[in-house]
Structure formats: structure tokens, C-alpha cells
């Protein structure tokens, strides 16, 4: 177990990179802490797995250092490393039963059956996978097969990390929702550091104590889940967290005031820093609401979901979408929307530029 | 309520009828000759299994089949290693790919009794390229018309040059199809290169690997081309493989009764090799 820490990482694919362009990473900064749960958060292809794989050591970083405990790893072999992965399918040895799958790790490196029959017990009772260790891994359904891949990583004690690379992309969903919680508890069991790599902020939000957002090969915030939904520091993450995701409306600041529509928004706290640029308001759907005064705005389209309604509407040619809990408008209605104040922001270029509440 | 009728037969007939004509009556035809002794002029005359036990008591017939088994049995101990080393050789991606797969399929591509005709000349003491090279640049003693052994070495290189591609392109394309990830979860799992070959690749490979052998198996065995053209057979009988004295015996001899009988049991043979095998390397999967 260990504390990681990245130090201005950059990574290109191409072997002569001259423009930003050409790097899936630019310039990663991070900490991690010893017996943390990580989730690394992103659309396809933002670097993400590029970023999984330099701290596994399958990939050489074109610049920078990957640090185990301020040991300097970055030129360390994955089986060096001391680290688990966990791969999007499952990775089994299909001619081999599960125990030997599980043994598999720790024969490589020598250790004594009789350590290796104890610590793969403990593992497969700890994963639920005591009653299948003798059969054949090949014949197993993809939640077992990938629980098998998880057991090869925690089967060894003095593993640093363990990373998961989408591992419930081939899972059903109804079996999803288990294993997700089983990781949870098994990170509790195993105190080991995890980073849990995925395009899907459910699993990254109840995994992880924090979250690292990423985009373009670069980091946009780090943070708990409930500082991602409640301030997003870039609206890129308003719009990539919360279902729906964030509203963000351009506005127009004058008088130190912003306006949307010509109707005066109240934001959170003062613009920081009163220069150009593009601004717009971010607000939540769950924090805008009906009322009798606000913006105008007309329904377009009503979506019961169960929980809540969402709700779209119009106000001119902005979208503004909504969520209620009951009494839906009808389409078409004519209504007035009210902002909560507390939760307004103001984003300058895409970066938040509202000021804290009382600051 | 359910109604049931015999409409679905009707869909079978088509391929009733395609596997009557080019299986079922060709197979009957020489059911029909090996219980009979033929003579000129389509005189028939009934034999019931005789030619059968005259074949099975025959010195003749074993010696084929053991320089048959003896055949088969050195090209695939050294094509289907050879294949699988070759196979993982082989560049997985980028330019030398397509240079090297076209010239592992060239040799496939060239006719059968061309081969032969080819390495016939090639291996002459004289003019050919190996041959001359051998006897008067090596001073190794090497005729093929002459030394039985030297025959042998022959027919075996001459057909593990021109299959051993097939068995590098089965191993290749099941080589290609094992993602990354086993390679990388296999080098944090800290595997040795014997380990990765033993647990990811025969593994992934076995179900290419079976084709395969079962190809390069019945090919082998019932293979007349290349080895008549090469030696005929020859030097006296070394090389009269199962089929080269089939041949002999059908059209040579025009004996349709004894040749029936043989090719049957050739057959059976082939079938029941082909099954075993099969069937014990499908065994574990189900």
C-alpha cells in the first residue's frame, strides 16, 4: 500500500510531439493517499486509460515521474511495481480453475503453497467465490470471471494499487449494481489504494471518496462527489455530472449584475474578476424552480422519470431545463422561473468566476 | 392445438438430393464394387467381403499404411511446432505484416503436381540447384532415385515447405484475436514468456490449433500428387504411400474389386483418426 503521487506527467502517443494537440496528457499534477478510493471520471478517450496505464507501468510517460511512496517507479516494469489491474473484460487463464487463478500471482513469485492456500481461501470467501474455486474459470458467467480478475489483484498483501480499468462494462446490469457495492466493501476490508477508472459518474460517485475529472488529457477538478455536483469548477463537469446535467446559459454582465433576457439573475457572489470573456450562468435543475415572478419561459416537453419530473423549458431561445418533484406544468404553459440563488453560478470561459457565498 | 404435418421434409430434399450426388451414390458405387470381382465386359460376379480379408491379411497393404502413418506423422511433428513457432515470429502489427503473410500463402498458391514437378528438378544431382549444391559443392552423397532415405527427406521438406503456412496462418489469426489485455494482466500477474505461451496463447490458439492439424492430418494422409511426381513411389516401393497403391492397384492392375475394398478402409481409417481426435481435443470444453 502505498501513496502516489504524479509529477508533471505528459504523455504523447507520437514520437516527436510539438503542439498541446499531440498529447494525451498534459502536464498531471496529482497526490494520491495511501488506502484512498480513487475514481478518474471522463468521456471516451480523454486520457484517462493512458493515465491508468502509466501508473500500472504498461506505458512509459514522454515526460515526468510517477512516485510510490516518493520511490521513483516511472522506468519499473508493471510486475515491478507491485500493482493489480482490473481490465474492462475479464482476464482469466481459461485452461486453469479458479483457485489456480487466483494461485496464479503468487506461484509467479514463489511463494509457498501452503501461504498461497490460506491467502486464496481468504480472497474467494471474501468475493464469494468459495463454492466455484474447482471448477474451470472458463466455464464461469462474466460477474464471476471478472470477480476472479479482482481476486488475482488482491491476492497479493503487499500490492500498492489496485486499478480498475471499466471493469462493469461487460457486467448485466442488475449484477452491476452488486459488485459495485462489493468493491466498496471490499475496500473497506483491504485498506489498499484503489483508482477506479469510468465514463459513468454513477460508479465513479458511489465508489470514490474522491474524484479526479478528467478532459482532453488534462485535469478539470478533483473533488468529492458532492463538491462535483454542487460547484463544478468548469462547466464541462456541470454538464458531464448529474442526469440531467447542469444549466448553462450565457448571460450578459453589466451594472455588476448578471442578465439573462434582460431579467436580472442574482448569482451566489460577486464576478472575481471583471474582464472579457465568454460568461455564462450554471445552475442545477434541482435548485430552479416555478414561481409567479423570474424569467418567463414557456414548457416544451414534460418527462415523468418516477422519482421526478424534468422538465424543458424555453425561455426565448435558451433551454432551461427543470426537475420537480409533483404538480408537472402541462406543455405549452407559460411559466416563471426562479433561481435559487445560493446555488447560481457564474462561469467566465468555461471556469467558474462567481465568488464563494459571503466572500 | 397444434397441427402437425410432413411439410418440413420438403426443405430437406434439396440437400438430400446435393449430398446423394456428390456423397451417398459416388460411396455406394464403391460399396458395389468391393463385394464383387469384375471382369471385361461388366461381368460381375459376387465376392461378399472377400476382398476385405485378402486386404487385411496382406503384407502389402501394411507396409503402405505404415510409410502412410510414418508420412503423416513426421510433417505434422514438424509443421505444427514449426507453424506455431513462426506464428508467434511474426510481426502482430504494422509494415512487415502483409509482406509477411503473402509470402507465407505463396507457396499454398502454387498447383500440387507443380510442386512436385518443381522439386523433382530442384533436388536433381546434376543440374538441380539442392541436388548439384549437395553432391558436388557439400560432397554429401544425394540421390533420391537411388537412396530411399534420401527420398524420404525429400517428400517430408518438399510438403513441410509447402503447408507449413497453413499452420502459420490458423496460429497467426488465433494469435491476433487475444486482446492486449491478457498480455498486460499477465505481465502485473508476473508471468514468464513460458507462462504466457502455456496459460494465454496454446489456450487461445487450441480451437485454430485442432483445425489445423485435422487439415494438415487428412491432407497428409490421403496425399498422391505431390509424392508421385517427386518419386513415384520409388526408389522400389519406399515411398508408395496408401494412395500411390491405391492407384497402382485401381488403375494399374485395373483391379476395381481389391481397390474398392482398400479405399473403404482408407476411408474408415481417415473417419475414425479424424473423430478420435476431435472428439478428444472438444472434450474439455463441454
Known sequence: MAKITLSKLRHSYYPDPKT?????????DLDWQDGGAY??????????????????????PSDGAVLFDDRDVTNLPPDKRNIAQVFQFPVIYDTMTAYDNLAFPLRNRRVDEATIKARVTEIAEMLELTDMLHRRAAGLSPDNKQKISMGRGLVREDVNVVMFDEPLTVIDPHLKWKLRSKLKE?????????????????EALTFADQVVVMQDGEIVQIGTPVELFERPAHTFVGHFIGSPGMNVLPCEMRDGGAFLNGVNIPLEGSDRHETGGKTEIGIRPEFVGFDTVGLPAVVSKVSDIGRHCVIETMAGDVKVRVIVEDNPPEQGQSVHLNFQPAQTRLYRDGWIASARRGK | MKTENQKAWLFVLPVLFLVAFNALIPIMTVVNYSVQETFGNNLFFW?????????????????????????????????????????????????????????????????????GAMWNIFTLPDIGLLGYFLNHV????????QDPAAAWATIIIMDVWHWTSL??????????????????????????NWAVFRYIQIPKMKNVLT???????????????????????????????????????????FDLGPAAAMSLIYFAITLLVSWVFYTLMMKDDR
Not at chain 2, 177 to 192: C, E, H, N, R, V
Request: proline share 5%.
Open chain 1, 20 to 28: 498541446p494537440e499531440d498529447y494525451a496528457l498534459k502536464e498531471i
Open chain 1, 39 to 60: 475514481a478518474l471520471l471522463g468521456p471516451s478517450g480523454c486520457g484517462k486509460s493512458t493515465l491508468l496505464n502509466i501508473i500500472s507501468g504498461l506505458l512509459t
Open chain 2, 47 to 115: 465376392e461378399g467381403l472377400g476382398w476385405f480379408e485378402k486386404l487385411l491379411n496382406s503384407d502389402r497393404f501394411y507396409s503402405a499404411l505404415g510409410r502412410q502413418f510414418m508420412f503423416t506423422g513426421s510433417i505434422l511433428a514438424i509443421e505444427i511446432p514449426l507453424g506455431i513457432i513462426i506464428a508467434l515470429s511474426m510481426p502482430r502489427q504494422g509494415f512487415w505484416v502483409p509482406i509477411c503473410l503473402v509470402t507465407m500463402a505463396l507457396p499454398m498458391l502454387i498447383p500440387w503436381n507443380v510442386v
Open chain 2, 138 to 145: 557439400l560432397g554429401v552423397s544425394y540421390d533420391m532415385t
Open chain 1, 186 to 202: 471490499l475496500h473497506q476490508k483491504v485498506r489498499a489504494t484503489m483508482i477506479y477508472v469510468t465514463h459513468d459518474q454513477t
Open chain 2, 211 to 253: 483445425i489445423a492439424i485435422l487439415l494438415r492430418f487428412m491432407d497428409s494422409f490421403n496425399i498422391y500428387t505431390e509424392p508421385f511426381v517427386l518419386t513415384g513411389g520409388g526408389p522400389g516401393n519406399s515411398t508408395t504411400l496408401l494412395s500411390i497403391d491405391l492407384v497402382k492397384i485401381a488403375l494399374g492392375q
Open chain 2, 167 to 192: 499452420v502459420v496462418l490458423l496460429c497467426y489469426a488465433g494469435l491476433v484475436s487475444i486482446p492486449d489485455a491478457y498480455y498486460q494482466a499477465a505481465k502485473i500477474d508476473g508471468a514468464s
